[in-house]
């Protein structure tokens, strides 16, 4: 049998790459209207009033009023509303919006409406905390008891942009029998589903979502959209025709969810033979205005905080704030980014206050097999970490370079990230919150239909759950389908988030192509149906944060080697060398690709990419001003998988969507202090930072 | 009744620019943004708009005994690849914006647009370029920094249009070019520097900076650059710290989303000093 | 009334000269290759040709045709060097969600149309219009410096 690993053509290459493939800017429809939302234009106000000018014939205001059953939108924490009511939180909040046939028209009628505001005071600091979450390993106290040494920073991260360059839009319409269907830029076909159903208060089948080609997402399209499909429905539901609505850059940039600014405080409890015995940790995020998934971002923080090491004294703490900015979401890592930047950071920085190599201390920490997790936990599954560290170093040269850059008059540097990612919806999710359901359906040709929710956005799942299918039925490529996905047709898989539509989905369909494979009679109609179960021993108490936390871990180490100018400060990325381990690539090219992609977008997050807000209004809202990477700026990578099949993954597959994110920042934040002999506490470490730094 | 004109020749053009008032646009990367109206709309012109980015009589690169002449309506991407523009020039052209922008850009519209930012100004007011504005009346030949008054600000007046740049050919021992961006390509200078040098006999025949993005046209100043002339390149950089409190006397850097005062003024300095230490 | 050749096709439209060629591609001629991703000729997603030159059609307006030649990615496709580049594309991973391919194909049309031997760090000029949020473009990169290869003689 073939090694799955070995590449195939990409399911939807030639639609992509002639200019076939439709995104939901390119369907048409008749007699289509088109929708602009009405924003607040302050950080924290009442609205007093609201003056709309008279409207001409076939133009509609849409607003809370027309909300049938539920004015928030379903999501982990029910407070986003889907328009505002009697106050506003942000810049941008959705008030209302104007629906028409002329898009000139439309802004005219905008241009025409007066709203009265009482400005309130705004909140942009850490101030009022809407979570908490702690937990504990260990002993704390007796760590800290009498430490050789007590070594304390605080670290902050800024806001990351997902910049998919396919913007946000919607296109919803209703059917003759008053079913509402949602076409839409979309991770989650049955989050904007479940929202649309619960706001309008609807039966289930009334609502239908189809996925048509999604052009990047990054966690931006996870429950975002929901806000946009549920107020489309609510003025579906009024008027009853179809409404186009696509965002143009700005409004996305302005308006749609980022990655958690964070502010990571960090403690370590150091024995006199350099252990580290105990780590304090408060994580602070700004959730912006409403908290909506901030809660899970938050614990998903929280549990990456010793990362890749083994440390036995734990007392992890954080704190969600809420602020009057654009509320924040899901980018992919979800937490773990800002975490894994400030733990790697601290090593580090331990060492260098040690006058100790760092790589010694990082090794002597370095988990191992049946080591306890942060949440305490357990590693059931052989960690290769060692050898993965080991090919890094050597493909990257990097302990020679970390010797030859250590001259402080070469403006040269290298950076290491050692990490891991938990695999899967963190804690109970998978269980509790999601309960997958896949389903393969053959007909009487033998065809075999995948009908799963997983959305191909650019990260190949409808190559690599198709390839899962094909391989275990060990059938012809060409007899089996995944088509994408239409909640009329298909049964809830899930979200495709958390680095869980390989494992877990895959996991599924690899169980149900098996069970169809056994039960298989040629000409006869046929459907398996396989439902998530958790395994036995993966127990977790959702509420003191203990047990494992998820069932699966992918590791990785990122090396990157960066050149700053002594004259402009800038810095140029020479190098990145990466190794993975995923469990099993299930199609080496995917997993190489979803690399390239993800560390060039975790580097950025390192150096790169500004995005700060003044008073409430984003300073950088177009491609121009918020910088990410061009072919120029990237340098040339290197990536190496290496296998540790995972038992309970398909073919061992484990998570690996955004295992190649979490890294890059420290990578490229230590390079830089190492160019420049100064300790980093902040990204992105901006050529304005370093010579903040280098004045110092 | 708004009227759109793509004349077919220079002198149709030169004709409605008297006989009406017309906004001229070129490839459009400036106007057609800033301009813009919402998606599937046509561009918040309102205005007479005449188009002479295909008036091929004003493509060409002509080489003359002491001059370069450039048509104003010729790419920068062309330009870019074209024997007879001037190191420098090509230099700066080779790091602005993309290829895709750099087919739909002209010197006449960097020159209109006049962007505190704008790269090709800054290699332009080195290289002491004349810009030629045509009228049906008459051809006006002003110097660059005549031409610029202000952010946005020309002179340039309702019945004419930028036929021409000319450049002088000069011979400098060394130009250098330095563009502060956000990111190496697709990106609007924090900073930008260009600086050139003779050296004749040991001695300095010719030096010359100006600087972008740091004030609100290019800075140049030729009274400072008077003073170091005729000196030894050895006391010349000796006289480094001096010609850097000069420079810092006369820009005037903002905070604004791209960066700060600080660092641009810094950077500003480094950079010269760097052009200077590298002589 | 603007005329030009779109597609291989002589075509007349008599629409607002200044509106965006982005605009009248997508919704007159029904296209959907060229896209915005936008809006302020950044990204790369509007990408066509005109008279064999990558340009930002969202920043372009249709006077700005009159009378050219304009290729999008609906009408290079039918191309042998399309094929080329189609394939080279496939082999080495350079599309993800698809969004910036039609571009990054245009863009590669361009350079290679001009220079048919690109060095690497000439097709990262090339493509340095087209942003790319999904391959970080090493892959890209490969794709079309195996099209240049395969294609010897095309260009």
Request: net charge neutral; charged share 25%.
């Amino acid at each position: 049998m073939k090694d799955i690993s070995q590449s195939i053509p990409k399911e939807d290459h030639v639609e992509k790459v002639s200019g076939k493939s439709l995104y939901v800017s390119d369907i048409k429809m008749d007699h289509i209207l088109y929708a602009k939302t009405v924003r607040s234009i302050h950080p924290k106000a009442k609205i007093l009033n609201i003056e709309i000018p008279e409207l001409p014939k076939d133009y509609f205001v849409i607003d809370y009023h027309d909300v049938p059953k539920e004015n928030y939108v379903k999501m982990i924490f029910n407070d986003w509303p889907v328009f505002a009511e009697k106050q506003v939180n942000y810049i941008g909040e959705p008030i209302m919006l104007i629906v028409g046939k002329n898009k000139q028209i439309i802004n005219e009628i905008i241009e025409k409406i007066k709203i009265k505001y009482q400005v309130l005071k705004p909140t942009f600091e850490y101030q009022s905390s809407v979570i908490h979450k702690s937990f504990k390993k260990g002993d704390i106290k007796k760590a800290f008891s009498k430490p050789f040494k007590t070594i304390s920073y605080t670290y902050e991260t800024g806001y990351q942009e997902q910049a998919y360059i396919e913007p946000q839009g919607f296109i919803v319409y209703p059917e003759a029998d008053g079913k509402i269907t949602l076409i839409g830029s979309i991770q989650c076909p049955y989050y904007v589903k479940n929202a649309v159903v619960n706001t309008l208060g609807c039966p289930d089948d009334k609502v239908r979502v189809i996925q048509p080609s999604v052009g990047g997402a990054f966690g931006g399209k996870e429950e975002f959209p929901s806000v946009m499909a549920c107020q489309l429905a609510v003025a579906v539901h009024k008027i009853k025709q179809p409404i186009k609505m696509i965002f143009e850059r700005e409004e996305d940039m302005e308006n749609t969810t980022k990655r958690h600014p964070s502010k990571i405080t960090l403690s370590a409890a150091v024995d006199k033979d350099y252990r580290i015995l105990g780590l304090k940790a408060h994580v602070s995020l700004d959730s912006g205005a409403y908290i909506g998934l901030s809660g899970v971002v938050l614990a998903r923080a929280m549990i990456a905080s010793t990362s890749a090491y083994t440390i036995d004294h734990l007392d992890i703490t954080g704190d969600v704030y809420e602020t009057n900015t654009v509320p924040n979401g899901a980018f992919r890592g979800f937490g773990a980014p800002q975490m894994i930047f400030a733990i790697e950071m601290l090593i580090h920085h331990i060492a260098k206050d040690l006058n100790i190599d760092p790589f010694s201390l990082r090794l002597a920490h370095l988990a191992k097999q049946g080591d306890k997790t942060s949440t305490s936990g357990i590693f059931r599954d052989p960690i290769i970490m060692e050898k993965m560290i080991e090919k890094a170093t050597e493909i990257s040269s990097y302990h020679e370079k970390v010797k030859a850059y250590q001259d402080p008059q070469i403006w040269k540097g290298i950076g290491m990230s050692w990490f891991l990612h938990g695999c899967g919806f963190t804690g109970s999710g998978e269980s509790t919150h999601i309960n997958a359901k896949v389903k393969l359906r053959k007909d009487s040709n033998d065809h075999v239909y995948l009908l799963v929710a997983a959305v191909d956005m650019g990260q190949g799942a409808k190559t690599s759950l198709k390839k899962i299918v094909v391989q275990t039925l060990g059938c012809e490529a060409k007899n089996v389908s995944f088509d994408n996905p239409d909640t009329d047709y298909i049964l809830d898989s899930g979200p495709t988030v958390a680095s869980r539509t390989t494992m877990i989905v895959g996991g599924l369909l690899a169980r149900a192509a098996l069970k169809l494979k056994q039960t298989w009679v040629d000409g006869k109609e046929m459907e398996v149906i396989k439902q998530y179960q958790q395994p036995e021993y993966i127990k977790w108490d959702e509420e003191a944060m203990i047990g494992d936390a998820y069932p699966a871990y992918s590791w990785g180490v990122n090396i990157v080697e960066v050149e700053v100018s002594p004259v402009t400060y800038q810095t140029k990325v020479k190098g990145i060398w990466s190794v993975y381990d995923v469990g099993k690539a299930i199609d080496d090219r995917l997993v190489l690709g979803q690399a390239d992609g993800g560390i060039a977008q975790g580097v950025a997050y390192g150096y790169l990419e500004v995005m700060k807000h003044e008073q409430g209004k984003l300073r950088q809202k177009t491609m121009t001003d918020y910088i990410i990477p061009t072919s120029v700026d990237m340098a040339k990578t290197e990536t190496v998988i290496m296998e540790n099949p995972y038992i309970l993954g398909p073919y061992g597959a484990k998570g690996v969507g955004e295992l190649t994110l979490v890294g890059g920042a420290p990578a490229v934040a230590l390079a830089i202090e190492q160019a420049i002999n100064k300790k980093i506490h902040k990204i992105p470490a901006t050529p304005e930072y370093i010579m903040e730094l280098i004045k110092s | 009744m708004v009227k759109h004109v793509i004349p077919k020749n220079l002198q149709e053009a030169l004709n409605c620019l008297y006989t009406s008032d017309y906004h001229v646009i070129a490839g459009g990367t400036d106007l057609m943004i800033q301009k813009r109206n919402t998606a599937d709309l046509p561009p918040l012109f309102n205005f007479n708009m005449i188009y002479l980015f295909n008036l091929e009589e004003l493509k060409y690169v002509i080489k003359e005994e002491t001059q370069i002449r450039i048509g104003s309506m010729t790419s920068l991407e062309t330009l870019l690849h074209h024997e007879d523009v001037p190191q420098l020039l090509k230099d700066v052209i080779k790091e602005m914006a993309s290829p895709g922008i750099r087919n739909m850009a002209t010197l006449a519209g960097n020159i209109a647009n006049a962007s505190p930012a704008g790269d090709s100004l800054v290699a332009l007011y080195l290289l002491d370029a004349l810009v030629v504005l045509s009228s049906v009346n008459q051809n006006r030949y002003l110097p660059i920094e005549k031409v610029i008054v202000g952010p946005r600000k020309t002179v340039i007046q309702n019945n004419e249009l930028i036929k021409e740049i000319v450049i002088p050919i000069n011979t400098f021992s060394k130009t250098s070019w330095v563009k502060v961006g956000g990111r190496l390509a697709d990106a609007i200078s924090k900073v930008s520097f260009a600086g050139a040098v003779t050296i004749e006999d040991d001695r300095i025949t010719d030096f010359r900076i100006a600087l972008g993005a740091v004030y609100m046209t290019v800075v140049r100043n030729r009274s400072i650059e008077k003073m170091y002339k005729k000196l030894s390149v050895d006391s010349f950089k000796k006289m480094t710290p001096n010609i850097l409190d000069q420079y810092q006397e006369l820009i005037k850097p903002i905070d604004d989303q791209r960066s700060n005062k600080a660092y641009r003024m810094q950077v500003a300095l480094n950079i010269i000093k760097d052009f200077i230490d590298k002589i | 009334m603007i005329k030009f050749n779109l597609n291989g096709k002589d075509v007349e439209v008599n629409l607002d000269p200044s509106s965006r060629l982005l605009d009248v591609l997508r919704n007159h001629f029904n296209l959907t290759g060229p896209k915005e991703g936008c809006g302020e000729g950044e990204c790369g997603a509007c990408a066509v040709l005109v008279d064999g030159c990558i340009i930002h059609s969202c920043c372009f307006p249709l006077a700005n045709v009159n009378e050219k030649e304009v290729v999008t990615i609906e009408g290079f496709s039918t191309t042998k060097r399309y094929q080329t580049l189609a394939q080279s594309m496939l082999e080495e991973g350079g599309s993800q969600c698809g969004i910036c391919t039609p571009g990054m194909m245009i863009a590669a049309e361009s350079l290679l149309n001009q220079n048919p031997k690109p060095t690497d760090e000439e097709i990262r000029i090339g493509i340095s219009g087209n942003l790319c949020r999904c391959t970080g473009y090493n892959m890209i990169v490969k794709a079309i410096q195996l099209a240049a290869k395969k294609g010897d003689g095309l260009w």
